[in-house]
């Protein structure tokens, strides 16, 4: 009944439930009718039955008395007339049946035993007793029908049923307007809301017919399909646009079950793949793995399976239905849809370029890329590599370090161009003479590396011998020009006894030089006990001392006094001199080092620390400097012609405001010829600021006087080796009284080194030399103590 209720509508609800509780109102009322009615004829029956039977008694009773049957019988015939009156019946005081109304509807009891007043069925029956002073002499015991009276009242209760059975309907006819005026806005508000939710049509609108609860309801679903309709606008724009990202992101986004069935992908991944989006569906993802990736996903997976917690990735290569591999980077992890069910959520993103830049950078990272051989740092690998395989199974290699003899010549004539072309050439040709398992590289400038592995000493050197053959043989044609280079070779053995790689390399460039040394284009085989390969390695072991004596300010700086030879003042003029000290305190002299940071490069640091030291000693030390007349510093000629130099030292004199005519900057004769552009605009440019220059061990080069009048310096210092012996050997005085003559006729002051006693001194003094300097004045002291 209730599901039968439910499916109804608003309208027919609303009749049912009117018509339900009107039924309902009418059969209650009708039923209280009833009940009262009925109950009504009963009470009003019993009371005049009681009536009749109460008068019947007071006139029978002298009838009873006097045993007169007949008189009472002609009262009882009174009742002859009731229409509803069944029976009349008197009884004696024995209780014995007296008389009787002569009725042929019903009998009189025979006995008055057990008789009483009640109702039995549609029949009273009222029981009357004679009282005579309290003593009952006898009764009257009467009975009627009421189903007269009964109809009568169900006559009456039918009308009245009738009445408002007519009162219901007309009712129904005036209450159906209005009962439709309510289920009418209801149904259309319900078909609204089934067209907007059948169509999705979020802009339709309830029509509004009052202002009552109906009508704020009408509004509020208007209101809400409002806010719908936004909502909806905003997730189709949002949904559009996260659609739109999804399938064009430019990633391979993938849907698998747990097999790697291809359930959905976006289409970028699609297209990247060369098939349409439905084509892909059902699809495994292993169909498009490479052949030697397979084993790889298959195994990346299995681990999403067994780790659904964690984010995997993995790099492998996919085969595009064109038959192009790219490489990807895969992410996945394991998901639950809306119905609990897992599956592998795949991202691949396309890094075909970068893997192809990784691996071009990897080579370059590992290669020369002029030459396109390996390069230093690969090459320093591979040594390390070979002496662990060495010190493992006791086995031989050998390095090979080539440096090219003449190729300065080339560049500097032809220009860099020429010279990159020409080690091109020359790495093809060597890589020509060396077996596929050697290790060729280009280690920097001009020199080369082979590694040998497996290979003996002997069978190095016959090979060396052919790598220098063959580069001997190689002309290089440039512009119409042909040159002929040669090579210095070093071998350096790696077994088990090497040491690591950075020793090995030393050992190599040793030799390598051992073989410059003797002549060049030759090869020279590394030996422990070579002298002057042990002078070499020497010199090698200070470069990092002198690194380290920089940066821990290991060196110190010495003056020697130069003094006047013509006059006597008090005015200081000294020579900066640099001295290291060891780590047990011990002074060692310049001579153990400044060969080798000449040779490695390391001498425009050194410069650049004796000069930044020197100017913030005198800027710290005002009584030093308020005594000095002039400090001479030394310059390499690698500082020379380092084009930094030059700013530095005006960056120190702006730092420590040191007066620029107090310092003069002492450099080689052969340093400054050979760059002797540049070095004339060094001298230049500082000479310009106030500074004075030197030239020192003059008389040494064999061009010395050709090359001082192109030189703008203020004086001479003249080779020592000159001067010692003037005392005895007539040829070095010449030489001493020539060099001070031309370099006064030039305008420029003299100072003479190695002066020992005090008749070289007097000597210099008599030829007009203008400063001396050695032993024989003062030795070398700390600045301090000047």
């Not at 050979?674 to 080069?701: I, P, V």
């Amino acid at each position: 009944m209730s599901k039968f209720f439910a499916r109804l509508s608003i309208k027919s609800k609303l009749f049912a439930i009117a018509i339900t509780s009107s039924l309902f109102s009418m059969l209650l009322a009708l039923l209280i009718l009833v009940t009262i009615n009925i109950s009504d004829v009963k009470r009003k029956a019993q009371d005049d039955l009681l009536a009749v039977a109460g008068l019947i008694a007071n006139r029978s009773i002298a009838a009873v008395m006097f045993d007169d049957a007949n008189l009472a019988k002609e009262n009882l015939a009174s009742l002859a007339n009731l229409p509803d009156l069944r029976s009349a019946c008197v009884y004696d005081k024995q209780g014995g049946l007296f008389t009787a109304l002569d009725k042929p509807t019903a009998a009189c009891p025979d006995s008055l035993q057990g008789l009483r007043t009640h109702f039995d069925q549609l029949s009273l029956y009222v029981y009357q007793p004679m009282l005579v002073d309290d003593e009952i002499i006898g009764a009257v015991y009467l009975c009627s029908d009421l189903s007269t009276a009964f109809w009568r009242e169900l006559k009456f209760v039918g009308v009245v049923l009738l009445v408002l059975f007519v009162a219901l309907f007309i009712t129904f006819l005036l209450t159906a307007p209005l009962l439709n005026r309510v289920a009418k806005p209801i149904a259309q508000l319900a078909h609204t809301a089934q067209k907007v939710s059948r169509g999705h049509d979020y802009s339709l609108r309830a029509e509004k017919h009052s202002s009552d609860e109906m009508g704020i309801l009408v509004d509020a679903f208007n209101d809400m399909l409002d806010t719908v309709e936004t909502q909806n606008k905003a997730l189709v724009s949002v949904k559009n646009n996260y659609q739109a990202l999804y399938d064009n992101n430019p990633t391979m986004v993938f849907n698998l079950d747990m097999d790697g069935q291809i359930i959905s992908v976006n289409r970028f991944g699609a297209r990247q793949l060369g098939l349409g989006v439905e084509e892909l569906q059902g699809c495994s993802i292993f169909n498009f793995a490479h052949p030697e990736d397979i084993g790889n996903c298959n195994q990346f997976l299995q681990i999403c399976r067994n780790h659904p917690e964690q984010v995997h990735k993995l790099e492998s290569r996919i085969v595009c239905r064109n038959g192009n591999t790219i490489w990807v980077r895969e992410t996945a992890r394991l998901v639950k849809d809306e119905n609990n069910l897992p599956h592998l959520l795949l991202v691949c993103e396309d890094i075909t370029e970068t893997r192809r830049l990784s691996e071009k950078i990897a080579y370059q990272a590992s290669h020369d890329e002029l030459t396109g051989l390996v390069n230093r740092r690969q090459f320093d690998i591979h040594i390390q590599n070979l002496v662990l395989q060495a010190q493992t199974d006791d086995s031989s290699h050998v390095l090979c370090y080539l440096d090219l003899d003449q190729f300065k010549i080339v560049n500097d004539t032809c220009g860099h161009l020429a010279g990159d072309e020409l080690l091109r050439q020359l790495g093809e040709v060597l890589r020509q003479q060396v077996r596929k398992m050697d290790i060729l590289a280009r280690l920097g400038g001009d020199e080369f590396g082979i590694l040998m592995s497996y290979c003996s000493l002997e069978q190095a050197v016959v090979t060396g011998e052919k790598l220098r053959n063959a580069i001997c043989d190689f002309q290089f044609a440039w512009e119409s020009r042909s040159f002929s280079i040669g090579v210095s070779i070093g071998v350096a053995p790696i077994n088990r006894s090497s040491g690591n790689a950075v020793d090995v390399l030393k050992e190599a460039d040793a030799a390598c030089y051992a073989a410059k040394e003797k002549g060049r284009n030759r090869v020279h085989v590394f030996s422990p006990d070579d002298e002057e390969l042990t002078l070499r390695q020497g010199e090698m072991q200070w470069v990092e001392k002198i690194r380290l004596g920089i940066e821990q300010n290991r060196f110190q700086l010495f003056g020697q006094l130069i003094v006047p030879l013509t006059h006597n003042h008090e005015a200081l003029h000294f020579e900066t001199l640099i001295r290291y000290r060891d780590d047990q305190g011990k002074i060692i002299p310049p001579g153990a080092f400044l060969p080798a940071a000449e040779r490695y490069n390391m001498a425009p640091p050194l410069d650049r620390w004796v000069i930044a030291t020197l100017f913030e000693y005198l800027a710290t030390t005002p009584d030093l400097l308020r005594r000095l007349e002039m400090c001479s510093v030394n310059l390499s000629g690698l500082s020379l012609s380092d084009q930094s130099m030059l700013s530095f030292i005006g960056e120190q004199f702006q730092k420590w405001r040191i007066p620029t005519e107090k310092i003069c900057f002492e450099v080689t004769e052969t340093a400054a010829i050979s760059n002797l552009s540049y070095a004339r605009q060094f001298m230049e440019s500082l000479r310009g600021k106030g500074c004075s220059f030197s030239l020192d061990d003059f008389g040494s080069g064999l061009s010395s006087f050709a090359y001082l009048k192109n030189l703008p310096v203020d004086y001479l210092k003249i080779d020592g080796l000159f001067v010692k012996d003037i005392l005895e050997d007539r040829v070095d005085l010449t030489m001493v009284k020539s060099i001070n003559e031309v370099a006064h006729v030039m305008g420029k002051k003299t100072i003479a080194e190695f002066v020992e006693n005090k008749s070289i001194f007097d000597l210099l003094q008599t030829l007009g030399v203008n400063y001396a300097q050695g032993y024989g004045i003062a030795k070398p002291v700390p600045l301090r103590e000047l």
